[in-house]
T-cell receptor, first 120, second 110 residues
C-alpha cells in the first residue's frame, strides 16, 4: 500500500525549532518529488516547500524562506522539514504530499498530517 | 501569492449536482491549465479528485468533473451522495515551481 506517515509535531515556544519527518512506503520514493503542505486551524491549505527526487531542486513559499529547510534521504525513504525561528502563525497541521509524477502537476498521495503548535 | 477564492460552503440534496468555483488571477489559474482539486475529510489524508483542470485519477468516480474559464476553475459533483460531504480545495500552479491553494469549501449533503 502506498503510504506517507508524518511525525515530529508537537508544542514549541515562539523562536524554537522542530524537525518533521515523513516516512514513505509502497512506492519507489527516490523517483518522486515531494512536498510539504500545511493547514492552520480554521484555514485553507498552504503549500510550504518542494524538493525534487535527487534534492537538486528545492523551492519554498515566501512564508518559509530563510526559516524552513526541506531535505530527504532516499536511502531511508524519508522526507524532512527543519523549522527554525517558529512563530505563532506557523501553528498548523503539516502534511507531506507526493508529486503525481509523469509530468502531471498535482499532489497524488498525502499523509494524515502532524500537528505543530507554536505557543508560549 | 494570494490564496485562490472559493465559496465557504455549498450544499445539495442527494442526487443533485453542485458546482464549486475557484477564482484566481492571470498569474495562476488564468495562465496555466494546472488546477487540481482535493477532497478532505477532517482528520484524514486529502485525496486528489481532479488534476490538470479536468482529468480524473484512476479510481475517482466520473461523478466528479472539472473545468476552467478564464481565471476561474470549477468542480462539479453530480449525483450527490452522502459520502461526498467533505471539504474541497482547489490548487493552481503559480509559476516558478510554486503552488497556491484555495481557502476551501465545505460541502454539506442535506
Amino acid at each position: 500500500e502506498v503510504q506517507l506517515v508524518e511525525s515530529g509535531g508537537g508544542l514549541v515556544k515562539p523562536g524554537g525549532s522542530l524537525r518533521l519527518s515523513c516516512a514513505a512506503s509502497g512506492f519507489t520514493f527516490s523517483s518522486y518529488s515531494m512536498n510539504w503542505v500545511r493547514q492552520a486551524p480554521g484555514k485553507g491549505l498552504e503549500w510550504v516547500s518542494s524538493i525534487s527526487s535527487s534534492s537538486s531542486k528545492i523551492y519554498y513559499a515566501d512564508s518559509a524562506k530563510g526559516r524552513f529547510t526541506i531535505s530527504r534521504d532516499n536511502a531511508k525513504n524519508s522526507l524532512y522539514l527543519q523549522m527554525n525561528s517558529l512563530r505563532a502563525e506557523d501553528t498548523a497541521v503539516y502534511y507531506c504530499a507526493r508529486d503525481f509524477g509523469g509530468g502531471k502537476y498535482a499532489f497524488d498521495i498525502w499523509g494524515q498530517g502532524t500537528m505543530v503548535t507554536v505557543s508560549s | 501569492q494570494s490564496a485562490l477564492t472559493q465559496p465557504a460552503s455549498v450544499s445539495g440534496s442527494p442526487g443533485q449536482s453542485i458546482t464549486i468555483s475557484c477564482t484566481g488571477s492571470s498569474s495562476d489559474v488564468g495562465s496555466y491549465n494546472l488546477v487540481s482539486w482535493y477532497q478532505h475529510h477532517p482528520g484524514k489524508a486529502p485525496k486528489l479528485m481532479i488534476y490538470e483542470g479536468s482529468k480524473r485519477p484512476s479510481g475517482v468516480s466520473n461523478r466528479f468533473s472539472g473545468s476552467k474559464s478564464g481565471n476561474t476553475a470549477s468542480l462539479t459533483i453530480s449525483g450527490l451522495q452522502a459520502e461526498d460531504e467533505a471539504d474541497y480545495y482547489c490548487c493552481s500552479y503559480a509559476g516558478s515551481s510554486t503552488w497556491v491553494f484555495g481557502g476551501g469549501t465545505k460541502l454539506t449533503v442535506l
